[in-house]
C-alpha cells in the first residue's frame, strides 16, 4: 500500500511554531486537496484541516495548511502541551482511485 | 451531536470473516457517505471503502476481493465484512463520516473496534 511521506517525529517547545510536512507525487497531492487529521494515543483521529488550507469549526487558527506542488505541510503556531499527537496528512490518488494516508508525524511538546 | 457507536467480534483466527457494524446516532445517516479506515497495531491509517447515499461502494484495490459493505437505513448502521483475514488484518477499525462539502474529508470517527486475528 502506497503511502504519503512524513517525517516519523518532530518536537518543540511550548509558544514555539512546527511545521510537518507531507510528500505526495503527481496522481495525489500534487492534484488534489490534502486532509490533515490528529490523533492521541488510544483515541480515534479528529479532523484538522480539510481542502488543504480550511479548518473545521472549533479548530483553533493556530492551524493552518498549506501546499505546493506535490508536497503539503501542516504549520501548528504558538505550540501548546495539548498539540502532543500523531498527525496523519491524506489526499486523494487518481491511480489508485482510493485516498492515501501519510505514515503519520510523531509531535512531542518539550 | 452525532456519536458512532461500533461492536463486532474482537478477536479471529485465521481463514475467518471479520464483521463489524457502526451505529450513527444523533444525525442524518442518509445525507451522507461512510467509510471504514483501518489502524494495526503502532502503524498509520489505512481506508478500506466507502458507502454512497445510494448503496454504491467503493472499495481499497488492495482489498477489494475481500471486502463487502452494506448499510441498514431504517437503522442507521453501516456494516463491513471482511473474508480470509490473516494475522495482517489485525487492526483497529473505524467507522467514519464522509463530508462532502469538505472534499470527501472525514469528520466524525467512531471510537474504534481492535481486531485481533491469530491462531
Known amino acids: 500500500q502506497s503511502v504519503l511521506t512524513q517525517p516519523p517525529s518532530t518536537s518543540g517547545s511550548p509558544g514555539q511554531r512546527v511545521t510537518i510536512s507531507c510528500s505526495g507525487g503527481d496522481s495525489d497531492v500534487r492534484i488534489n486537496v490534502v486532509t490533515w487529521y490528529k490523533q492521541r494515543p488510544g483515541t480515534a483521529p479528529q479532523l484538522l484541516i480539510y481542502?488543504?488550507?480550511k479548518r473545521p469549526s472549533g479548530v483553533p487558527d493556530r492551524f493552518s495548511g498549506s501546499k505546493s506542488g506535490a508536497s503539503a505541510s501542516l504549520s501548528i503556531s504558538a505550540l501548546q502541551s495539548e498539540d502532543e499527537a500523531d498527525y496523519f496528512c491524506a489526499a486523494w490518488d487518481a491511480n489508485l482511485m482510493a485516498p492515501l494516508f501519510g505514515g503519520g508525524t510523531r509531535l512531542t511538546v518539550l | 451531536q452525532v456519536q458512532i457507536q461500533q461492536w463486532g467480534a474482537g478477536v479471529l483466527k485465521p481463514s475467518e470473516t471479520l464483521s463489524l457494524t457502526c451505529a450513527v446516532h444523533g444525525g442524518s445517516f442518509s445525507d451522507f457517505y461512510w467509510t471504514w479506515v483501518r489502524q494495526p497495531p503502532g502503524k498509520g491509517l489505512e481506508w478500506i471503502g466507502e458507502m454512497h447515499h445510494s448503496g454504491h461502494t467503493k472499495y481499497n484495490p488492495s482489498l477489494k476481493s475481500r471486502v463487502t459493505m452494506s448499510k441498514d437505513t431504517s437503522e442507521n448502521q453501516l456494516s463491513l465484512e471482511l473474508r480470509s483475514v490473516t494475522a495482517a488484518d489485525t487492526a483497529v477499525y473505524y467507522c467514519?463520516?464522509?463530508?462532502?462539502?469538505?472534499?470527501?474529508?472525514?469528520?466524525?470517527w467512531g471510537p474504534g473496534t481492535t481486531v485481533l486475528v491469530s491462531s
Open positions: 481542502s488543504t488550507n
Open positions: 467514519a463520516r464522509v463530508v462532502e462539502e469538505m472534499d470527501d474529508a472525514f469528520d466524525i
